[in-house]
């Protein structure tokens, strides 16, 4: 065969594909962006799922005038000078690619006021190559728009989802980075429709605001390991949301470690704070995944903080709803000689028993036994009828288990129903 070598824009448009697949991924990399840019708005509009146009606004430190369009090169990057900077890395981007990347399937248009400047500059680039500059009045801050993704790579293009696919997977996205920031605010315009309005808020706030529901939190250090973890137990669909050095993450062993730790039906925000130099986020192209300088005593680490005896455990209802001083167990009953009935302030729980006494059994065992045995031959089963002091006992041994949420093989070991949910079915309200 006759051997050729691409011409750079037909090379760059390939490379491209690898990191930018769909509008998702544009959206990602300008949000990451302007978060480095230390924005504290930031607002996203597309249309057509992104297919279309792709806008993200911020209010960011701008780009100065001299860089406006050196930003589009390969390798233009202001974030690392050389590759000792990458074990200290703390900003989204390092790689100066992102825009090179967009610039070259898309059309693309970057307005940017440095904040030292009186005016901001727009340049226009089409292909990779910038074809226009002018002077522009706008606030100090940065706007990039990216319109018709793909349109020089009909391939890409093919495989881009449906409209609603691609606009739930960028809500996804934005509203993974508000989580993590939960002091900037954040708006979402989809086909000039209000998605999401965010205003500037605390992290609790934002996580109680994003899911609706009250969650726990477990704040904890470890060694060289900082850990905030909220969580709500025995929702209908589990959801893990995991950040280390607050940088999303879609590490599948790790949310499935995560997972079996806290119990499948948890919605779970998890931030890992750990020194730069521990962890290696230059593995993935995508920089979604991330490489732990020291695996196994960074997981075992994690694990002992989440469910170590001793963990803070602030619960946000025992703040909010309950008495302080009703932290006791009533023992109300058995239920078909399955389920412990119990009431604590005013919340109604009701105990597997047989996974009470399996987690009790798994804890007594040492590390190896438990590697090699998983089993319950000896737990306490489902249809024992089990007296009144039985309960108790078995209720206080609960109480002291260094994980009381999950059984060994990750159900969880209790549902618990606040008693105003009752009262508000019944329609009784006080
Ligand atoms: N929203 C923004 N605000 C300020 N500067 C920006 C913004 N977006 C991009 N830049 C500048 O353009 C450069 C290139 O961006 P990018 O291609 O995403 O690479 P990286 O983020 O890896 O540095 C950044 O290093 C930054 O200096
Ligand atoms: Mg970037």
Partial sequence: MFVKILPPEVRSRIAAGEVIESPADVVKELLENALDANATK?????????????????????????????????????????????????????????LHSIASVSRLRISSRFFQEKEGYEIEVEGGKVVSKVKRGMPVGTEVEVR????????????????????????????????????????????AREVL???????????????????????????FLKLRAYVRRNVSHGE?????????????TLKEFLKKTLGYRTQAVIFIDLPPFMVDFNVHPKKKEAKFLKERKTLSLLRSALVGRGAEIEFSYLEQEVPKYETEFKILGQLNDTLILAQRGDYLYFFDQHL?????????????????????????KAGERLTQRQMEELIEAWKNLKNPHVCPHGRPIYYMVHLKEIYEKLGRSF
Avoid: W
Wanted: proline share 3%.
């Fill in 240 to 252: 893990f949301h995991v950040f280390i050095n607050s940088k999303p993450v879609s590490m599948r």
């Fill in 356 to 380: 009470i006494s399996e987690r009790l059994y798994y804890e007594s065992l040492g590390e190896t036994q438990r590697a090699d045995s998983l089993a319950c031959r000896s737990a306490l």
């Fill in 42 to 98: 930031i607002e996203v509009e597309t249309s057509k799922g992104g297919k279309r146009l792709i806008l993200v606004r911020d209010n960011g430190i701008g780009i100065h005038p001299e860089d406006v369009d050196k930003v589009v090169l390969e390798g233009a990057t202001s974030k690392i000078e050389s590759e000792k900077d990458l074990l200290t890395l703390t900003s989204y981007g390092f790689r100066g690619e992102a």
């Fill in 148 to 191: 018709d993704l793909f349109f020089n790579v009909p391939a890409r293009r093919k495989f881009l989802r449906r409209e609603d696919t691609e606009r739930r997977k960028i809500l996804q996205l934005i509203r993974e980075y508000a989580l993590v920031n939960p002091e900037v605010e954040f708006l979402f315009f989809s086909n």
């Fill in 197 to 223: 309005s965010l205003k500037p808020s605390e992290e609790r706030k934002r996580i109680e605001e994003l899911f609706g529901g009250k969650f726990e939190l477990i704040r904890e250090e470890r060694e």
